[in-house]
Nanobody, 122 residues
Framework: QVQLVESGGGLVQAGGSLRLSCAAS????????MGWFRQAAGKEREFVAV????????TYADSVKGRFTISRTVAKNTVYLQMNSLKPEDTAVYYC???????????????WGQGTQVTVSS
């Protein structure tokens, strides 16, 4: 069992930065693939970034590539999403997720956090 709690969201001007954190509990965190997704109002949840186990390979959505970075600290049971050069279209609720054979599809994740709001003003 894995429980996830996101933090770090907020209001930022376009061009600014935020770092989201996702604190995980559960002994199986170190073996889980961790992903970030987002959902804007009236839209479907979409993939943002993934850190895959066991390879450590990271993959990003084209819309955030070069601006966002996913990382994790196993010792602290935490995964991060550093978001730079934010744009108004990045406004959404951001969710972290954990899964054991997960990919870029939200359906491949077993556990989800409650989400944190990110709002980027123009």
């Amino acid at each position: 069992q894995v429980q996830l709690v996101e933090s770090g969201g907020g209001l930022v001007q376009a061009g600014g930065s935020l770092r989201l954190s996702c604190a995980a509990s559960g002994r199986t965190f170190s073996s889980a693939t961790m992903g970030w997704f987002r959902q804007a109002a009236g839209k479907e949840r979409e993939f943002v970034a993934v850190w895959q186990r066991p390879s450590g390979r990271t993959t990003y959505a084209d819309s955030v590539k070069g601006r966002f970075t996913i990382s994790r600290t196993v010792a602290k049971n935490t995964v991060y999403l550093q978001m730079n050069s934010l744009k108004p279209e990045d406004t959404a609720v951001y969710y972290c997720a954990a899964g054991y054979y997960a990919t870029t599809s939200p359906h491949s994740y077993n556990y989800w956090g409650q989400g944190t709001q990110v709002t980027v003003s123009s």
